[in-house]
Antibody, heavy 118, light 107 residues
Framework: QIQLVQSGPELKKPGESVKISCKAS????????MHWVKQAPGKGLKWMGW????????TYADDFKGRFVFSLEASASTANLQISNLKNEDTATYFC???????????WGQGTLVTVSS | DIQMTQSPASLSASLGETVTIECLAS??????LAWYQQKPGKSPQLLIY???SLQDGVPSRFSGSESGTQYSLEINSLQSEDAVTYFC?????????FGAGTKLELK
């Protein structure tokens, strides 16, 4: 069955970096784009952007340009999200989500909680 | 950016009732609207896509409709497990945007 399994929770200090992984299984990784979604504690969902898993080209929403990097380890069917120079407001759960051809999200990772605190 | 105004923010209903949640898009999104259910501490689950198409495995008591730029999610015969949070999402144009969410509670 199709699964997206994300890496575990992270506790970081302001200014540090974090890398979250999302390992896909049960389908051909390069056939579907991978999106990233942020959910701050008790808040709604915010789309961060996506990565073309065939070409590796990332597209970022405006609020996520600069410190956020989407990357792939295609041989391992894994998508990564790296956040540098962490700020308190980066404290959130980050989800990867596979998009269907019409760009709705039928499959989601379980989420990775990143806590930024001094 | 396309704004998705979701209402109500919270809703209280009884078992067996029918409830409706709405999302108003700030511009035409051509039926490119999805609805998700999110249980506490879990990832969102797709209910409806393309405004009215039911995702495989989702109970038929969930349905979606549209009227112009207003989109609706209807839940018939409310069950206890439906008392969670719902989000709409436009998948028409970047940046994809979500409604603020509706928390459904049981009376």
């Amino acid at each position: 069955q199709i699964q997206l399994v994300q890496s575990g929770p992270e506790l970081k200090k302001p200014g540090e970096s974090v890398k979250i992984s999302c390992k896909a299984s049960g389908y051909t990784f390069t056939d579907y784009a991978m999106h990233w979604v942020k959910q701050a504690p008790g808040k709604g969902l915010k789309w961060m952007g996506w990565i073309n898993t065939y070409t590796g080209k990332p597209t970022y929403a405006d609020d996520f340009k600069g410190r956020f990097v989407f990357s792939l380890e295609a041989s391992a069917s894994t998508a990564n999200l790296q956040i540098s120079n962490l700020k308190n407001e980066d404290t959130a759960t980050y989800f990867c989500a596979r998009s269907e051809p019409g760009d709705w999200f039928a499959y989601w990772g379980q989420g990775t909680l990143v806590t930024v605190s001094s | 950016d396309i704004q998705m105004t979701q209402s109500p923010a919270s809703l209280s209903a009884s078992l067996g009732e029918t409830v409706t949640i709405e999302c108003l898009a700030s511009e035409d999104i051509y039926s490119n609207l999805a609805w998700y259910q999110q249980k506490p501490g879990k990832s969102p689950q797709l209910l409806i896509y393309d405004a009215s198409s039911l995702q495989d495995g989702v109970p038929s008591r969930f349905s979606g409709s549209e009227s112009g730029t207003q989109y609706s999610l209807e839940i018939n015969s409310l069950q206890s497990e439906d008392a969670v949070t719902y989000f709409c999402q436009q998948h028409h144009d970047y940046p994809y945007t979500f409604g603020a969410g509706t928390k459904l509670e049981l009376k």
